[in-house]
C-alpha cells in the first residue's frame, strides 16, 4: 500500500523559503518517479518538480534556479527546498509517485498522492 505524506507548508513573506518533506512507503523506489505538483482553487494542479529512479531531477520553468528537489538514498523521503519564494507560489502542494522508469511532469501519469501541504506567500 502507497502511502505518502507531506509537511513543511506554512506562511512565509515573498523573498523568504520553506522546505517541503514527503514521506513516502509502500513503492518500489528503484523503478518510481517522484515529484511535488501544486494546486491553485480553480486551477489544474501543475508539476514542480520530480526524480525518477536514476536520480535525474526536472523542473517545471516557475521553479528553476530557485527550487531544490532532494531524496535520501532509499527514496523514503522527498524534499523540495524552495527559496526566493513569490506571493504566485501559494498553492496547495502534492507530493505523488508512480511506478514507472519514464517520467513525465504531468498530473495523469501519476497515480498516488499525498494530502497535500499549503503554502502562502506574502507579498
Known amino acids: 500500500q502507497v502511502r505518502l505524506a507531506e509537511s513543511g507548508g506554512g506562511s512565509v513573506q515573498a523573498g523568504g523559503s520553506l522546505t517541503l518533506s514527503c514521506s513516502a512507503s509502500?513503492?518500489?523506489?528503484?523503478?518510481?518517479?517522484m515529484a511535488w505538483f501544486r494546486q491553485v482553487p480553480g486551477k489544474e494542479r501543475e508539476g514542480v518538480a520530480q526524480?525518477?529512479?536514476?536520480?535525474?531531477?526536472t523542473y517545471a520553468d516557475s521553479a528553476k534556479g530557485r527550487f531544490t528537489l532532494s531524496t535520501d538514498n532509499a527514496k523514503t523521503t522527498l524534499n523540495l527546498q524552495m527559496n526566493d519564494l513569490k506571493a504566485e507560489d501559494t498553492a496547495m502542494y502534492y507530493c505523488?509517485?508512480?511506478?514507472?522508469?519514464?517520467?513525465?511532469?504531468?498530473?495523469?501519469?501519476?497515480?498516488?498522492w499525498g494530502q497535500g501541504t499549503q503554502v502562502t506567500v506574502s507579498s
Open positions: 526524480i525518477n529512479s536514476e536520480g535525474v531531477t
Open positions: 505523488a509517485t508512480d511506478v514507472s522508469y519514464w517520467c513525465l511532469l504531468r498530473e495523469d501519469r501519476y497515480s498516488y
Open positions: 509502500g513503492y518500489p523506489a528503484s523503478r518510481s518517479c
